[in-house]
Nanobody
């Protein structure tokens, strides 16, 4: 069984910063990619950023230059440093991991979500 546990959400003023963390635990053989998605009220789930096992990253256009994704492979943890936050960044942020539980069994796993609210 695999668990993804997120932390670091909260309320912040526009222009502020937050750092999200997501730790994977359980029966994990290897992790291919990890990433962050978000869903704002009334909107579809969208990808925010992802990072491959080799370190290559991708960002949504709306967060490029403001958010930084990083990963600690030894700790099986992914981070999202969010700077210059805007009210439109308000959403529930979900951690995702594309991983192998055995050499051949690969699947997607999701965290429970953490609320980020940007408001004055």
């Amino acid at each position: 069984q695999v668990h993804l546990v997120e932390s670091g959400g909260g309320l912040v003023q526009p222009g502020g910063s937050l750092r999200l963390s997501c730790a994977a635990s359980g029966s994990i053989f290897s992790i291919s990619s990890m990433g962050w998605y978000r869903q704002a009220p009334g909107k579809q789930l969208e990808v925010v950023a992802d990072i491959k096992s080799g370190g290559s990253t991708n960002y949504a256009v709306s967060v490029k230059g403001r958010f930084t994704i990083s990963r600690d492979n030894d700790k099986k943890t992914v981070y999202l440093q969010m700077n210059s936050l805007k009210p439109e960044d308000t959403a529930v942020y979900y951690c995702n991991a594309d991983l192998f539980t055995t050499r051949w069994a690969r699947d997607d796993y999701w965290g429970q979500g953490t609320q980020v609210t940007v408001s004055s």
